[in-house]
């Protein structure tokens, strides 16, 4: 409030100045003989009159911009602080859910369930999965952490784009004949060498394949396409799959973000690697985009540097 009533005292003050400079003015030229002051020393006091003025301009506009800057601090350490209670809430829910189910199968086989042949390996094997889950998404936070704080550096190199496709597809091919899923490579240009990190691409490939394989249908299929473009090579991964609905397509790269709830607890996962993977492309200086309807699959398509 202080720097917006010197800022209408200085206006005030501004005009009161020009109006007397003007009149002192008036008062020489037409009435000589009731001399006031000399032109030179109106202009002498018009002018630090006008110093006045300009410098609580500026201390009014500095307070203005500092005020600005403060109210933007305070709302992004307000959506800061709502992000990390977020995350933690996330973070809480992934791991508590494998955590006590693992409680429950250990008591149940300390309690005398070891001894039961009918259960001890079902329940060992139950807490093997839940283990495995913690472990995904322990990971998967670690790599999350790097990625975002900067400290995941990139290695590039330059490969046949095609070449590690069928070597991802290799590491599949299990989950893949689980699935009744046929994986396809439909190679569009004939040499795709691009200049990226190998290891983080096979990861951004793994995690897309996977999902494709997961959310696809049994006895469907799984194409991954590539096509270059000038100085880019665009790889698509389409499956045939429930697809994602409008609303969620535009969260599906969030951290933790389940569209279908029911779904996402049947197929598992850490709810991570779609975040992963637009962190890697990011890092990249490259573009990851989603096409999809329900009911008739999904199609991620991410772009590389291309070696020309």
Not at 6 to 12: L, R
Request: hydrophobic residues 45%; contains cysteine.
């Amino acid at each position: 409030m202080s720097s917006i009533n010197n800022f209408y005292i200085s206006v005030i003050l501004a005009f009161i100045a020009v109006f007397a400079a003007a009149t002192i003015t008036f008062v020489n030229t037409f009435f000589p003989e009731y001399y006031v002051l000399s032109k030179i020393e109106v202009c002498v006091l018009l002018f630090f009159i006008l110093i006045s003025f300009f410098y609580f301009i500026l201390k009014f506009i500095s307070k203005t911009v500092i005020s600005d800057n403060k109210y933007a601090e305070i709302k992004l350490l307000k959506a800061n602080e709502k992000f990390r209670k977020e995350f933690m809430g996330n973070v809480a829910h992934e791991l508590k859910t494998p955590i006590f189910n693992i409680q429950g199968y250990v008591n149940t086989l300390v309690n005398g369930g070891v001894n039961d042949k009918e259960i001890n390996v079902k329940y060992l094997k139950r807490t093997e999965k839940n283990v495995n889950r913690l472990i995904s998404v322990v990971q998967d936070l670690d790599v999350i952490s790097k990625l975002e704080s900067g400290n995941a550096k990139l290695e590039i190199e330059l490969f046949d784009i095609h070449v590690v496709i069928q070597d991802v597809f290799d590491m599949l091919q299990i989950k893949a004949d689980n699935n009744l899923v046929d994986l396809v490579l439909n190679p569009l240009c004939e040499s795709c060498f691009v200049e990226a990190d190998k290891e983080k691409v096979v990861e951004v490939l793994m995690n897309l394949i996977t999902n494709a394989i997961k959310y696809g249908n049994k006895g469907g299929i799984v194409k991954v396409s590539t096509r270059a473009a000038f100085n880019k090579v665009f790889i698509d991964v389409a499956d045939d799959g429930i697809g994602i609905s409008k609303k969620d397509i535009s969260h599906i790269f969030e951290r933790f973000y389940r569209g279908d709830k029911s779904r996402s607890k049947e197929f598992g996962g850490s709810g991570l690697g779609l975040s992963i993977v637009k962190h890697i492309i990011d890092s990249h200086k490259q573009k990851i985009i989603v096409n999809s309807e329900l009911g008739k699959g999904s199609t991620f398509t991410f772009s590389l540097k291309r070696k020309i």
